[in-house]
Antibody, heavy 117, light 111 residues
Framework: QVQLVESGGGLAKPGGSLRLSCAAS????????MTWVRQVPGRGLEWISY????????YYANSVKGRFTISRDNGNNFLYLQMNGLRADDTAVYYC??????????WGQGTLVTVSS | QSVLTQPPSVSGAPGQRVTISCTGS?????????VHWYQQLPGTAPKLLIY???NRPSGVPDRFSGSKSGTSASLAITGLQAEDEADYYC???????????FGTGTKVTVL
């Protein structure tokens, strides 16, 4: 079955960096667009980035544009999110999700990123 | 930050019917983009509930249904059950933002 497992979250200082990973299995990873969505604890969902199957298209929400970079390794079935210039308002649970059509049909369990001095 | 507006909360007794609205604009729902719905049980990741306005993934009970009209959409839950207590989010695309947009979220409480 489809499985998405995020890792790499933790504590970072303001201005610091973290790299999130999402290990995908149970489906032909290279055939699917993938996306990152975050959720501040107790708050709503915010889409932040997606990447096409062949890496030809990437898009970012304005809130992370210029600071975050999405990438993927289709040979090893990994999705990544490089987060630089972290701010306190980046504190959230980060989910990777598989895109099917224009909806997100499978989600990982999430990884918590805390930005604090 | 959300561009799709939902009521913060709805409630109902077991067996009742509740509906959740999702109001957008001509840049998203009104532009013809489909609406999708997700259920988030406490402490868990979101789960796809309804896709492309009114389609249920395998395993989702037919108590859940969706509809879309103009710049809005709705999720209906009939025969409300205790296990339906969760947060619900709508989602669409937005042509101005060139990305996905989520609703503000609605907490469903079973009385």
């Amino acid at each position: 079955q489809v499985q998405l497992v995020e890792s790499g979250g933790g504590l970072a200082k303001p201005g610091g960096s973290l790299r999130l990973s999402c290990a995908a299995s149970g489906f032909p990873f290279s055939d699917y667009f993938m996306t990152w969505v975050r959720q501040v604890p107790g708050r709503g969902l915010e889409w932040i980035s997606y990447i096409s199957s062949s890496v030809t298209s990437v898009y970012y929400a304005n809130s992370v544009k210029g600071r975050f970079t999405i990438s993927r390794d289709n040979g090893n079935n990994f999705l990544y999110l490089q987060m630089n210039g972290l701010r306190a308002d980046d504190t959230a649970v980060y989910y990777c999700a598989r895109v099917r059509g224009r909806h997100l049909d499978n989600w990982g369990q999430g990884t918590l990123v805390t930005v604090s001095s | 930050q959300s561009v799709l507006t939902q009521p913060p909360s709805v409630s109902g007794a077991p067996g009742q019917r509740v509906t959740i609205s999702c109001t957008g604009s001509r840049s998203n729902i009104g532009a013809g983009y489909d609406v999708h719905w997700y259920q988030q049980l406490p402490g868990t990741a979101p789960k796809l509930l309804i896709y492309s306005n009114n389609n249920r993934p395998s395993g989702v009970p037919d108590r859940f249904s969706g509809s879309k009209s103009g710049t809005s959409a709705s999720l209906a839950i009939t025969g409300l059950q205790a296990e339906d207590e969760a947060d619900y989010y709508c989602q669409s695309l937005d042509k101005s933002l060139s990305g996905y947009v989520f609703g503000t979220g609605t907490k469903v409480t079973v009385l």
